[in-house]
């Protein structure tokens, strides 16, 4: 009787044609959003301990790439600097000593205790990759804004086309993910008018690894020479500051990274199938051999980056908007890099982010299906050519026909084109004003 007079008394009391909260519905949908984040959580638990356990639980043997980073990790720890010794002789640290000198915490615990920390980070650097994409997007949408299905097209593609290269990068505990992130973080945090921020994520990004020093052009060509100079300049203190903890012995790390890495003094054969860049397809194609396959270029290899690199300043310039600017810079990334494992191709999230974006903005009906078809493409040959769906010999069969790097190719022709086709100005992009 009292639950009857207590309903009757919110029904009187609620004002006329104010709907009557079902208090049993509401906490329904509580309970079933934190069923949802729970299973996610324990989802991503799993997948922790699962990668983590990927690494090697004895310091002083090779699991995979973290076991690089950690060893390198707990020479500066005692001391030394990062490239004294290794754990083989084909497994070296190749990166500047910042990354070493930041994962110093995770060297303070166990192997497979800072493994799950870094898959976490990696992990992390997904959600936010493929977030400031959308935002990117919603930003640069031209006022028209996103339908719900339009943002969740974006979210989708960006990381189904590229998923190989987020579980590789996952199962061989590499950086690639963390210096996606920070890229991304890079023309973001600009296109909302934070440059200092931006340019030192930027100078983070090329301490961890060299290769964002790229986007330096894009800057340039958007007409931002002073911009692209402080950038540099920012990355060389920050580099030079992370040699100084060796002392006097910082001018010989200092050879020894540029020796090993920049000058591939290690040795990698750049012609091997697995090498998707553009100097790995050419030392292919015209039958590298022997000491021509350890050049980081040669003269075909730098006359077609020279195209690639041009396509991208092109259009650049024409582009209007930042992500549209960029993406064919981030496709550069790895096209252009003397040595691009397929783990690396995950610095096209946002290229892909914004050709979905064009997509969803309602572009033409005919671009609309083009640019459907190349991420479409770009998905079967990123994706179907791994070990586990074709097998490892289809897939070493697509690795020697270059079918990454004519994945990650179309991408960049398809961004090009957005920039330069006669619909760009409605999708967001066009002459610069």
């Known amino acids: 009787m009292a639950d009857a007079v207590g ?3 919110r029904f009187v009391g609620a004002p006329s044609g104010s709907p009557v909260r079902d208090p049993t519905g509401t906490s329904m949908k509580n309970r079933s959003f934190k069923l949802r984040v729970v299973a996610v959580v324990a989802l991503a638990a799993l997948g922790g301990f699962y990668y983590a356990s990927r690494s090697s639980a004895d310091a002083q043997v090779y699991g995979n790439d973290f076991n690089v980073y950690y060893f390198a990790a707990r020479e500066v720890l005692s001391g030394r600097d990062p490239y004294q010794r290794s754990l083989g002789a084909w497994t070296p640290y190749l ?3 910042l990354l070493a000198e930041a994962l110093v915490p995770l060297a303070l615990l166990p192997v497979r ?3 799950f920390i870094w898959y976490l980070l990696n992990l ?3 959600i936010v990759a493929a977030s400031l994409c959308l935002k ?5 949408s031209e006022g028209a804004g996103l339908s719900s299905t339009g943002r969740a097209l974006i979210l989708v593609a960006s990381v189904a086309v590229v998923a190989r290269f987020i579980l590789d990068n996952f199962q061989l505990g590499q950086v690639n993910l963390i210096v996606t992130a920070l890229s991304i973080a890079h023309v973001y945090l600009y296109s909302g008018g934070r440059k200092l921020t931006s340019a030192l994520l930027l100078a983070l990004a090329a301490s961890f690894k060299i290769t964002p020093l790229i986007l330096l052009l894009y800057h340039a060509a958007r007409g931002r020479l002073k911009y692209a100079a402080g950038c ?5 203190v920050m580099t030079a500051a992370s040699f100084l903890p060796f002392g006097l012995l910082g001018s010989s790390a200092f050879t020894d990274f540029a020796n090993r890495t920049l000058r591939n003094e290690q040795g990698f054969n750049l012609a091997y199938p697995g090498n998707q860049s553009t100097r790995g397809v050419v030392g292919r194609v015209m039958g590298e051999r022997g000491e021509r396959t350890r050049t980081p270029s040669s003269l075909p290899s730098i006359a077609a980056s020279a195209l690639l690199l041009a396509a991208a300043i092109f259009a650049a310039r024409r582009a209007r908007a930042e992500m549209a600017a960029a993406a064919p810079f981030f496709c550069c990334l790895v096209l252009l890099s003397p040595l691009s494992w397929k783990a690396h191709f995950v610095a096209l999230v946002l290229p892909v982010a914004y050709l979905s974006a064009q997509v969803a903005s309602g572009t033409e009906v005919r671009r609309m299906r083009l640019i459907l078809g190349v991420l479409a493409a770009a998905f079967a040959l990123f994706n179907l050519t791994s070990p586990l769906i074709a097998g490892r010999l289809a897939a070493e069969l697509a690795d020697a026909a270059s079918l990454v790097w004519a994945g990650a190719l179309l991408i960049f022709s398809c961004s090009v084109g957005s920039v330069l086709s006669p619909e760009a100005k409605a999708a967001g992009v066009g002459p610069e004003v």
């Open 232 to 236: 540099f300049a920012l990355f060389a």
């Open 124 to 126: 992390s650097s997904v």
């Open 7 to 9: 309903a009757a008394t």
């Open 136 to 140: 990117l997007s919603e930003a640069e």
């Open 95 to 97: 990166y500047p000593p």
């Open 113 to 115: 205790a800072a493994a």
